[in-house]
C-alpha cells in the first residue's frame, strides 16, 4: 500500500502540471534571452563596463553620474514630459472613440477597423518614416497649412514642435487600448442604462456615472500598461528625428540605445535603464496602492 | 476573489514588461546575439533600408552556387553603383575560383558602424570587411582586433606607398589595406549660379559676396553652399589650417589657441549671418538624411556643398537635369589652401578567420589583381600602384572623380589626425561636433566659449 504510493507520487505529479511541459520552451527562452540579460544588466550598471576596452573598475559612479549629468537629467525629463502628454490624451481619446462606436450605428465594425488599423502600422519603422516626410518642411502638413495662409514651423527641427509630433504618433496609434475600451463598455450591463434613463438621466451623466465607474479595473490597466510603454517609447525619436533638434527629442531609451551603441559605454546604460526601471516600479507600486481609492470591482468581497 | 486575481493580472503584466525594458538596457553586453542586440540591429537596418526607399536592401546576403570548398564572408558599405560592381567582380572570382564561395553582406552608410560594432564586440564579423580608417583605433587601439595584413603573405602590400600603410598600423601591426584615400572638395552647381549672375566663387571673398545678391536676386530659399554640423567642423578645419598654416592636430592636441579658433568660429558664424549657409534649424527642418537627398539641393536652391571627391558622381547623378556641378577652386584667401584629406577607406581581415589566406586572395584579387577593371573607380581612385597602371591603361583614370581626386590630393599639406571622425566627435546623435556646431546655430553661443568647447573635446578624444 505505502509503497504503490511512493510509486504514483512523480507521475501524479506529471499528471497535474502538464502545463508545465508547454511552457518549458518559453521558459528556457526567458531565462536566456531575458533573465540572464536582465540580471548582467544589473552587475554591469555597477562597471564601467566598454563594449571594447572591457572593465576596470566597479562602483555606484554610473548611477551618480545618471544624477549629476545634465543631459541625463535633460532625457529623463524629455520622458516624463512625453509619457504625461500622450498617455492621458491617448487614454480619453480612445475611450471617447470607444465609446460613440459602442453605439449602433451603420458600417460600426468598418470603422473600427479603420481606427484600430494606426495602431498596428504605427509601431513599424515605415510609418516613422513616413511622419518625417508628412512633418518635413515641404511635407503635405505644411502645404495644407500654406493653403489656409498660415506658415508652419520647422516640425522636425524646432524643439517644441519636434516632441510635439513624436507625441502626436503615439496618440495617433489609440487603436488597441480603444478595442480593449471597448470590450469594457460591452461588458457593462444594460439593465444599468435602461434603469437610469427611466429615472431621467441624460447621455453624460450616465457616462459619467454608469460607464466611468463600471470600467475602471479596464481603465486601470490600460494606464499601466500605456505608461509603462511610453516610457519605453524608441522608433519614434529614433528614426523620425534621431533625438534631434538639440536633444529635445532624446528620451530615456534613445539615449540608453546612444550610450551603449555610439559610445559603448555599457555600465552607463544599464545603470540608465536600471534607473528607469526603478521609476517605473515606483510609479507601478503608486497606481496599484491607489486602486482602491478609485478603481472599482462590481464582484468585490467587501 | 476575481478582484486580487485582476489585480495580480495587471500588475504583472506591467512588471514583466518593465523587465523587458531593464533586460533591453544592457542584455548586449552579456550575450553576442541577444535578442535586443538583433532588435536594435534590426531597428537600424530597417531605418536604413526605408529610408533608401527599398533602393538597397538593408542587408542583403546573396548566395552563389559554389563547390563545397571554402566559404568567405565579406561586407561593405556603399552605394547602389558600388554593390552592382562588387557584386559582379565577385561572381568573376567565384567563376575563376570554383572551389570558393563568397558571402555578401551590404547596405548603405547609416547605420552601418553600429552594425558592424556589435558584430566585432561578439566575435562574429565577417571573413573581410571594408573598414573606415578610424575605426582601427576605435575598435583595435592595441593593434590586435585585426588580422595583421603583414602576416598574409598571398596580399602584395607593396603596391602601397610606405605613408599609407603608415597610417594603417597601431603599434607595428598593419591592420588593414588603405583601400583610397580622399579628400574634401568645393563643388558648386553651375546653373544657380549662373541664373544669380555671377561667376562660380574662387575665393571666401567670392563666397561671402554671392549670399545677399542669391537673397536679393532668387528669394530668400537659396544659398549659395549648404552644410550639415560635420561639414562646418571640416570648412573650420579649412580655414584654421589655411588662415593658420598648422595642422589641425599635433600631439594629440588641438593646435589652436582659443584666440585662434574664436576667430574660426566668428568666420562659421560670418557665413550664416551673410546668408551663404542656412541655419541647422532650417536644414534639419528639410527632412533629409544627408544633403545629396534633400529636395533643395537636388532641384538648385543650395548651389555648394563641401564633399568628399569620391562623392562627385553620386551628387551629380541627385541633382535634376538642368542643373550642372562642377569642381571649385579652393578658396586661397588665408594662405596656402589645406583641405582634410584621409584614407577614405580600408579593407580588414578578422582575426577570428579560418580563412584568412583566402581573405588575403581575396583582396589582392580585389585591389591589385583582374578584379580592379571592374571595380573601377566606385572605391575612390585606388592607392594602389598596380591598380592605377590597369586603370590608366584602360582609359578609366580620368573623368570628375579623377579630377577632384587630384584636385583634393594636391591641396593637402598636413595630415589628418585617425579620431578626427571618432564617434565620440563625429556621430550625427551624441558626437561633439554636432553638439557645438547645432549649440552655435541654433543659440548663437558666444565664439570664444564654441573655441573652449571643441578644445576640450577633441583633446579628450586625442588624449585616450
Given amino acids: ?302 | 476573489m476575481k478582484k486580487t486575481i485582476t489585480k495580480f493580472l495587471a500588475g504583472g503584466m506591467a512588471a514583466s514588461m518593465m523587465l523587458n525594458l531593464a533586460a533591453c538596457g544592457g542584455s548586449s553586453t552579456a550575450t553576442n546575439d541577444s535578442a535586443s542586440t538583433t532588435a536594435a540591429q534590426g531597428a537600424t537596418e530597417a531605418a536604413q533600408g526605408a529610408t533608401e526607399a527599398a533602393k538597397t536592401a538593408a542587408e542583403t546576403v546573396a548566395k552563389s552556387d559554389g563547390g563545397n570548398g571554402t566559404t568567405l564572408r565579406i561586407s561593405w558599405w556603399g552605394g547602389d553603383s558600388r554593390h552592382t560592381a562588387t557584386l559582379k567582380a565577385l561572381d568573376e572570382y567565384m567563376a575563376a575560383n570554383p572551389g570558393i564561395k563568397v558571402e555578401s553582406e551590404y547596405g548603405a552608410w547609416s547605420g552601418w558602424q553600429d552594425k558592424i560594432a556589435t558584430q566585432i564586440a561578439g566575435n562574429s564579423e565577417p571573413d573581410l570587411f571594408q573598414v573606415n580608417w578610424n575605426w582601427l583605433w576605435q575598435f583595435s587601439p592595441d593593434g590586435t582586433r585585426f588580422a595583421d595584413i603583414q602576416d598574409l603573405t598571398d596580399f602584395d602590400l607593396s603596391q602601397y606607398d610606405q605613408s599609407l600603410i603608415d597610417l594603417m598600423t597601431i603599434d607595428g601591426h598593419v591592420l588593414g589595406v588603405p583601400v583610397s584615400s580622399t579628400g574634401r572638395v568645393f563643388y558648386w552647381n553651375k546653373a544657380t549660379f549662373e541664373k544669380a549672375g555671377l561667376e562660380v566663387p574662387k575665393s571666401f571673398a567670392d563666397i561671402l559676396a554671392a549670399g545677399p545678391v542669391f537673397k536679393e536676386k532668387l528669394g530668400d530659399d537659396y544659398y549659395p553652399l549648404a552644410a550639415g554640423t560635420y561639414d562646418l567642423t571640416i570648412l573650420l578645419t579649412y580655414y584654421m589650417q589655411e588662415k593658420y598654416n598648422k595642422q589641425w592636430v599635433v600631439d594629440h592636441k588641438l593646435n589652436y589657441t582659443v584666440e585662434e579658433l574664436t576667430d574660426g568660429f566668428d568666420f562659421l558664424k560670418s557665413l550664416e549671418a551673410n546668408h551663404v549657409i542656412p541655419t541647422q534649424e532650417k536644414l534639419t527642418g528639410d527632412g533629409a538624411d544627408s544633403l545629396d537627398k534633400n529636395p533643395n539641393f537636388i532641384d538648385g536652391h543650395y548651389a555648394g556643398l563641401v564633399e568628399w571627391d569620391s562623392a562627385i558622381k553620386k551628387l551629380a547623378d541627385a541633382l535634376d537635369e538642368n542643373q550642372e556641378i562642377v569642381i571649385g577652386e579652393y578658396p586661397a584667401d588665408y594662405g596656402t589652401p589645406a583641405t582634410v584629406f584621409k584614407i577614405s577607406m580600408g579593407f580588414a581581415v578578422s582575426p577570428n578567420s579560418a580563412n584568412k589566406e583566402e581573405a588575403a586572395k581575396l583582396m589582392e584579387y580585389m585591389f591589385n589583381g583582374d578584379g580592379v577593371e571592374t571595380l573601377g573607380l566606385e572605391r575612390g581612385v585606388p592607392s594602389s600602384h598596380k591598380a592605377q597602371e590597369k586603370l590608366e591603361a584602360s582609359g578609366a583614370l580620368q573623368g570628375l572623380t579623377y579630377e577632384a581626386f587630384k584636385a583634393a590630393s594636391s591641396n593637402a599639406p598636413f595630415q589628418l589626425s585617425p579620431y578626427y571622425e571618432d564617434a565620440a566627435l563625429k556621430d550625427s546623435a551624441e558626437g561633439a561636433y554636432q553638439e557645438i556646431m547645432d549649440t552655435m546655430s541654433y543659440d548663437g553661443v558666444d565664439s570664444k566659449e564654441l573655441a573652449e568647447m571643441l578644445i576640450e573635446a577633441v583633446n579628450e578624444v586625442e588624449g585616450k
Wanted: net charge positive.
Fill in chain 1, 1 to 302: 500500500m505505502s509503497n504503490s504510493k511512493t510509486n504514483t507520487a512523480p507521475n501524479s505529479f506529471w499528471k497535474e502540471n502538464k502545463g508545465f511541459l508547454f511552457i518549458f520552451p518559453w521558459f528556457v527562452g526567458f531565462l536566456v534571452f531575458k533573465g540572464y540579460p536582465f540580471l548582467s544588466s544589473l552587475v554591469y550598471s555597477f562597471s564601467d563596463y566598454n563594449l571594447f576596452e572591457g572593465i576596470s573598475k566597479w562602483g555606484i559612479f554610473n548611477y551618480l553620474d545618471v544624477f549629476t549629468n545634465k543631459k541625463i537629467q535633460e532625457g529623463f525629463m524629455i520622458t516624463f514630459k512625453y509619457a504625461f502628454m500622450t498617455v492621458p490624451l491617448k487614454l480619453v481619446f480612445a475611450l471617447f472613440v470607444a465609446y460613440i462606436l459602442n453605439f449602433k450605428i451603420k458600417g460600426v465594425k468598418m470603422f473600427r477597423t479603420v481606427y484600430y488599423i494606426p495602431s498596428i502600422l504605427g509601431s513599424s519603422v515605415a510609418i516613422a518614416v513616413l511622419w518625417k516626410a508628412i512633418f518635413k518642411d515641404d511635407g503635405i502638413v505644411n502645404m495644407l497649412l500654406g493653403i489656409f495662409g498660415l506658415e508652419g514651423p520647422h516640425w522636425l527641427s524646432n524643439k517644441s514642435a519636434a516632441l510635439f509630433i513624436i507625441c502626436l504618433l503615439r496618440v495617433w496609434q489609440f487603436g488597441s487600448t480603444m478595442v480593449i475600451f471597448l470590450a469594457a463598455l460591452k461588458g457593462v450591463s444594460p439593465d444599468l442604462y435602461e434603469a437610469a434613463s427611466l429615472d431621467g438621466a441624460g447621455k453624460w451623466r450616465q457616462f459619467f456615472t454608469i460607464t466611468v465607474p463600471m470600467i475602471t479595473p479596464v481603465i486601470f490597466y490600460n494606464l499601466v500598461t500605456q505608461l509603462v510603454q511610453a516610457f519605453q517609447e524608441f522608433n519614434g525619436p529614433y528614426i523620425i528625428t534621431a533625438g534631434g533638434p538639440r536633444g529635445a527629442t532624446t528620451l530615456v531609451s534613445l539615449l540608453i540605445y546612444n550610450n551603449a551603441f555610439k559610445k559603448y559605454a555599457m555600465g552607463l546604460a544599464s545603470s540608465q535603464a536600471w534607473v528607469l526601471f526603478i521609476i517605473l516600479m515606483i510609479f507601478t507600486a503608486i497606481l496599484q496602492y491607489s486602486q482602491k481609492h478609485w478603481v472599482y470591482y462590481s464582484d468585490s468581497e467587501d
